[in-house]
């Protein structure tokens, strides 16, 4: 209501008000506030104004801050730390590969045990069902790779291809680099860039149960309409032009942990492939376990012919992030030039490779995937049993320990928040507030890629049964109180 915007802005608002942005003491200019900045024209100017606590060191869950606090990560940082901070084994690759002084080799002249023996334990996590893989040093980077070699397979086989569209979703996200960025469906990371980002990429609607499946509508009936949406593009494109549909198979930063629906994933695959193009996933925040199988597509064995990681492929050990290749694509580009027409300098470094091996041999031997299945269902129960009843809870979502819960002001419109209200932000500040202490990863735009809010909750594939009571409690009082106090 009016009333509660005119009482918490006033409450919440800092006084010294830099004009460009925070300056945190290093000088550093966050990139979280300028994303804030360009949220909304009348997003509240309170979150231009703040500084960051200052965090001094990490051990496991646990961020310890100069002011004294000790934080839960409840969301490994933006959904990557999944061994949690300060792991010792991690530390030692690193340190054994930076002493034979190759952190870095250029990978077009070498090659490496550490990167070939990293390559070859992503490709066993594939069940041999990818035949290679191609490191890179972000998502942004992977998903730009991705974009490239999908482009080049049929390129390969005609440099005339009139295959030049990509068709994605609505409320996606993949990346923030231009060719990533204008294959998201993220209105707000859009807007300032929409002159640069490619023409070329089309967009279908999300599969998001909680805001378009009709009431009683069945699994297969929306798995249906979707396809048939998809089938519908193709043809108005002309099925030609399409180089490949790209999905997150649980959408993360653009809506809070959206899982695609049963046979959805098989569905699109088969619409892609009865018309020659790729189906690529993006799994950089939702992949390498995060959502309990070691990839989110391995829980309905639907494939990609491209697929793309990140996050927990390092564990936040080292930027790294890669792209897999099934033996398709690879053996058009084999069979053609043999050469992928793209490289960065750092890409495939022995440092970057040390630590995600070491990241994904602890996954392995502590049987990581499992516990995050497990706790998991846990947590879903947890947050069920203390929130599903809470009047601006409108869902509860999620797979593995990748968890989000979406916000409404009335539960039987899911009418949306008033924007100017923050809300997901509240949630966040409330969080890492004391007596909370405790991080939400807050997003926007889940309605219509501006209004709508939600959390996401994602911590350690490492935590236990009492780390998750205590996630699901702390998050209940958090919303418990920022909601007693929007009235
Ligand atoms: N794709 C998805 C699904 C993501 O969530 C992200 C980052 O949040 C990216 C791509 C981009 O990854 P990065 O931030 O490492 O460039």
């Given amino acids: 209501s009016p009333s509660a915007l005119t009482d918490l802005d006033q409450h919440d608002r800092v006084p010294a008000a830099p004009s460009n942005g925070v300056h945190l003491p290093n000088g550093h200019l966050s990139t979280t506030v300028l994303n804030g900045h360009a949220r909304t024209a009348f997003l509240l100017d309170r979150n231009l104004h703040k500084s960051f606590p200052v965090v001094e060191r990490g051990s496991g869950s646990y961020l310890y801050l100069k002011d004294g606090r000790v934080i839960f990560d409840a969301t490994s940082g933006a959904a990557v730390s999944c061994l949690g901070h300060g792991n010792k084994r991690v530390f030692k690759a690193i340190s054994a590969i930076l002493s034979t002084g190759i952190p870095y080799l250029a990978s077009t002249f070498w090659a490496c045990e550490v990167v070939e023996e990293l390559c070859k334990k992503l490709i066993d996590g ?14 942004s980077e992977a998903m730009e790779a991705a974009i490239k070699l999908a482009r ?45 980002l490619m023409d070329n990429v089309h967009h279908v609607s999300a599969c998001n149960a909680y805001r378009q499946r009709a009431d009683g509508e069945s699994d297969s009936s929306f798995v249906a309409r979707k396809a ?10 002309g099925p030609e032009t399409v180089i490949g549909f790209v999905a997150e198979p649980v959408v993360g930063a653009a809506l809070g942990c959206v899982p695609s629906v049963p ?13 020659g193009a790729l189906f690529i996933l993006d799994e950089v925040m939702s992949g390498m376990g995060r959502c309990g199988t070691l990839h989110a597509w391995q829980n309905e064995d639907v494939v990609p012919d491209l697929q793309t990681v990140g996050k927990g492929l390092g564990g936040g050990y080292q930027p790294v992030a ?22 960065q300098t750092y890409q495939g470094m022995p440092v970057q490779a040390a630590a995600a091996l070491e990241v994904q041999r602890i996954v392995e031997e502590e049987n990581l995937v499992g516990n995050v299945k497990r706790q998991g269902l846990y947590l879903e129960k947890c947050l069920r049993s203390r929130l599903a009843d809470h009047p601006n809870v409108g ?10 819960l979406e916000f409404v002001k009335d539960k039987a419109t899911k009418e949306p928040f008033d924007p100017r209200l923050g809300v997901a932000q509240r949630v966040h500040d409330t969080a890492i ?22 959390v996401i909750l994602a911590p350690a594939y490492n935590v236990t049964e009492e780390d998750i009571e205590h996630i699901a409690q702390v998050t209940s009082n958090v919303v418990h109180q920022v909601f007693r106090k929007l009235g």
């Fill in 433 to 454: 507030s004391a007596p909370f202490n405790m991080t939400m990863y807050p997003g926007t735009g889940t309605v219509d890629g501006f209004r709508g809010d939600h």
């Fill in 322 to 343: 890669a792209v897999f290749i099934s033996s398709r694509v690879v053996n058009t580009l084999l069979n053609g030039s043999g050469q992928f027409v793209h490289g």
């Fill in 263 to 275: 046979g959805y994933l098989k569905a699109m695959r088969d619409v892609c492939h009865k018309h």
């Fill in 228 to 237: 048939t949406e998809l089938e519908a593009k193709f043809q108005e494109l």
């Fill in 152 to 196: 080049q397979v049929f390129y390969e086989n005609d440099p005339a291809t009139r295959r030049v569209n990509f068709i994605t979703r609505e409320g996606s996200y993949h990346g923030n680099t231009i060719g990533a960025l204008a294959m998201s469906g993220h209105p707000v990371r859009r807007a300032p860039y929409e002159p640069f």
């Fill in 126 to 139: 594939t069940g041999g069902k990818m035949a290679r893989v191609y490191l890179t040093g972000s998502g």
């Fill in 395 to 404: 869902d509860i979502r999620g797979r593995g320990l990748f968890w989000g």
